[in-house]
């Protein structure tokens, strides 16, 4: 069965450490990931996906398949960063269906 | 592109009433979703269409729940008769079907059902 998980619901650090929000997907096949950012009361939007080996907004994500994880990562985070944070799994061919994770609340205290 | 539009925002209504929420899609996306998100569960797909047909509507909670997509660049998500466990806000999607393409989601309407 194809699935995402994130385990922490919530996630608290102060402004400057280093922030690791967790991804564990299950997916037989190859699949596409990626991370989504909602600001309060703000549409989810996308933050990044591992096709693109890219950092946005200082945050990089990198697709281990021998640990089916794609974990998000950031080596100083800021109060901005707070927000909540999609993992998503796309399969890469037949209908394209996508399945978030639940989610994980970052909160960046001062 | 003004992305996805959503309407309405908010929508405060009795229980029981009919309520027709609102998706226009990106134009020249032919993959269209609706989620449902809460507190408790987080981020639920309810029914994604795929060139306007259905795909999988396995996520309708009940038969109250109904959705159509009557041509490229409109859907609606329909509940009747709502009741209180519905309010939630609803997400509407659109992406291309082509590998790697991210969705692309509206603002969502506030559902509140008394």
């Known amino acids: 069965a194809q699935r995402v998980t994130q385990p922490e619901k919530l996630l608290s650090v102060f402004k400057g450490a280093p922030v690791e929000l967790k991804c564990n997907y299950s997916?037989?096949?190859?699949?596409?990931l990626f991370w989504y950012v909602q600001y309060s009361r703000q549409r989810l939007q996308l933050l990044l996906r591992?096709?693109s080996r890219e950092s946005i907004k200082g945050f990089t994500a990198d697709l281990n398949k021998g640990e089916t994880s794609f974990h998000l990562k950031k080596p100083f985070a800021q109060e901005e960063d707070s927000a909540m944070y999609y993992c998503?799994?796309?399969?890469?061919?037949?209908?394209?269906?996508?399945?978030f994770g639940t989610g994980t609340r970052l909160k960046v205290l001062a | 592109d003004a992305g996805v539009i959503q309407s309405p925002r908010h929508e405060v209504t009795e229980m029981g009433q009919e309520v027709t929420l609102r998706c226009k899609p990106i134009?020249?996306?032919?993959?269209l979703f609706w989620y449902r998100q809460t507190m408790m569960r987080g981020l639920e797909l309810l029914i994604y269409?795929?060139?306007?047909?259905?795909?999988?509507d396995s996520g309708m909670p009940e038969d109250r729940f109904s959705a159509k997509m009557p041509n490229a660049s409109f859907s609606t998500l329909k509940i009747q008769p709502s009741e209180p466990r519905d309010s939630a806000v609803y997400f509407c999607?659109?992406?291309?079907?082509?590998?790697?393409?991210?969705?692309?989601f509206g603002d969502g309407t506030r559902l509140s059902i008394l």
């Open positions: 999607a659109s992406s291309l079907a082509g590998p790697h393409q991210p969705q692309h």
């Open positions: 997916y037989s096949g190859s699949p596409e």
């Open positions: 591992h096709i």
């Open positions: 998503a799994l796309r399969r890469r061919s037949g209908t394209y269906k996508y399945i």
């Open positions: 134009s020249g996306h032919n993959s």
């Open positions: 269409f795929n060139n306007n047909v259905p795909i999988d």
